[in-house]
């Protein structure tokens, strides 16, 4: 069966960094745009960025354009998400994604359990 796996979160103080990983398997990865989103506490889940297959497209949430970079391997089968200069606002589950590209969970058919990421002020 698919399985997505995250890696890479923690607890980090604001303008810190952090390299998020998600591992993919059971599926063509080559095939699918993968996604990134999160979800706060008492808040719904939010897109954050995601990649094409071919990774010529990459989109990004204004809230983390310039600060956040999606990138993917296809060899290893893994995307990453590059987070520098960190908020708390940063805070929340972060889950990867694998679908059609967007910005829209219903794009996505594929999710990960998720990494918690927490920026401390």
């Known amino acids: 069966q698919v399985q997505l796996v995250e890696s890479g979160g923690g607890l980090v103080q604001a303008g810190a960094s952090l390299r998020l990983s998600c591992a993919a398997s059971?599926?063509?990865?080559?095939?699918?745009?993968m996604g990134w989103f999160r979800q706060a506490p008492g808040k719904e889940r939010e897109f954050v960025a995601s990649i094409s297959w071919s990774t010529v497209t990459t989109y990004y949430a204004e809230t983390v354009k310039g600060r956040f970079t999606i990138s993917r391997d296809n060899a290893k089968r893994t995307v990453y998400l590059q987070m520098n200069s960190l908020k708390p606002e940063d805070t929340g589950v972060y889950y990867c994604?694998?679908?059609?590209?967007?910005?829209?969970?219903?794009?996505?058919?594929?999710w990960g359990q998720g990494t918690q990421v927490t920026v401390s002020s």
């Open positions: 994604a694998a679908g059609n590209i967007g910005n829209r969970p219903e794009n996505y058919g594929y």
């Open positions: 059971g599926l063509t990865f080559s095939r699918y745009a």
